[in-house]
């Protein structure tokens, strides 16, 4: 079965130090892989997405994403993390059968200052 | 949460009562989605629409009913068969292509009294 899972429900981090978000898939082709950072209230917006190519990617408010297919895994991270940076983040896979995204159950990250 | 207008923001009913979400999108988008989030849950696909006069159920359709009449709109009703209503619930358009992502509105609360 298709699926994406994101293992931690809060990641804690202090401002200034580097941050991971961690987010794991199985899909049966090739994935599609992406994520979603929400705010408070707020409907989710987009950071960046793999579809094909370099395996690190960059996005949006300074994040990149790492794909690597031998873990199937397409961890978040930023090099030094802001207090503004606090919010739910998704990750998401393309449903092969239908197209759509299947979404992870979501990880809080906290930046302490 | 550009280009897509989700009204009301909150909307509360009464059991028994039909209520209709507006979503509206000024993108030119062909696809638009309509999600459930519940707390601690990843979103949940309600329906989907990739052309006008055509959407097709999504994993909870159950209790739900959609119209795409415009290609700017996609209006969701919440039935009274739907068991439990109260969630956030997100609107989102695409372009076509199956790497393309999602654009989401701000969303709309809906709590049943």
């Known amino acids: 079965a298709q699926s994406v899972a994101q293992p931690e429900d809060q990641v804690n981090v202090a401002e200034g130090n580097p941050l991971t978000v961690k987010c794991t898939y199985s899909v049966s082709g090739n994935p599609y892989l992406f994520w979603y950072v929400q705010y408070p209230n707020r409907g989710l917006q987009f950071l960046l997405k793999y579809i094909t190519g370099d395996n690190l990617v960059k996005g949006s408010y300074g994040f990149e994403a790492e794909f690597n297919k031998s873990q199937t895994s397409f961890h978040l991270k930023k090099p030094s993390a802001l207090v503004s940076d606090s919010a739910l983040y998704f990750c998401a896979v393309r449903d092969d059968s239908n197209y759509q995204l299947i979404w992870g159950a979501g990880t809080k990250l906290i930046i302490k200052p | 949460d550009g280009g897509i207008t989700q009204s009301p923001k909150y909307l509360f009913r009464k059991e028994g009562q039909n209520v209709t979400l507006s979503c509206e999108q000024n993108?030119?988008?062909?696809?638009m989605y309509w999600y459930r989030q519940d707390p601690g849950q990843g979103l949940r696909l309600i329906y989907y629409s990739q052309i006008v006069n055509d959407f097709q159920k999504g994993d909870i359709a159950e209790g739900y009913s959609v119209s795409r009449e415009k290609k700017e709109s996609f209006p969701l009703t919440v039935t009274s068969a739907q068991k439990n209503p109260t969630a956030f619930y997100l609107c989102?358009?695409?372009?076509?292509?199956?790497?393309?992502?999602?654009?989401f509105g701000p969303g709309t609360r809906l709590t049943v009294l």
């Open positions: 993108l030119n988008h062909d696809a």
């Open positions: 989102a358009s695409s372009n076509p292509g199956t790497g393309s992502e999602q654009f």
